[in-house]
Nanobody, 124 residues
Framework: QVQLVESGGGLVQAGGSLRLSCAASGRSFSNYVMGWFRQAPGKERDFVSA????????FYADSVKGRFTISRDNAKNTVYLQMNSLKPEDTAVYYC?????????????????WGQGTQVTVSS
């Protein structure tokens, strides 16, 4: 049974930092791309960042480039999203996802597995 479990969300002031974690289990993800998406109230779930498990290629939405960093720990089967210089508009539920089509890393329907989400709230 595949599981993606996010953690690390919380409340932070604007300009602060948070690190999200996504622990993956239940299958080999070596050929997968791991993505982070976010969904604010009343809005669609948007792409934030992704990383190829094999090779480590990384991808970012323009809105987070230079502020967020995605990484992975192969030994722990865990993907991280380091979020710095947070802004109130970063407030959302953040979801971890896994898919096997890295060429379409930005398309949420290309992901097969999803975590339950973790809330990030940035106060002004």
């Amino acid at each position: 049974q595949v599981q993606l479990v996010e953690s690390g969300g919380g409340l932070v002031q604007a300009g602060g930092s948070l690190r999200l974690s996504c622990a993956a289990s239940g299958r080999s993800f070596s050929n997968y791309v791991m993505g982070w998406f976010r969904q604010a109230p009343g809005k669609e779930r948007d792409f934030v960042s992704a990383i190829r498990w094999s090779g480590g290629n990384t991808f970012y939405a323009d809105s987070v480039k230079g502020r967020f960093t995605i990484s992975r720990d192969n030994a722990k089967n865990t993907v991280y999203l380091q979020m710095n210089s947070l802004k109130p508009e970063d407030t959302a539920v953040y979801y971890c996802a896994a898919g096997n089509d890295y060429r379409n890393y930005g398309l949420r329907y290309k992901y097969d597995y999803w975590g339950q989400g973790t809330q990030v709230t940035v106060s002004s």
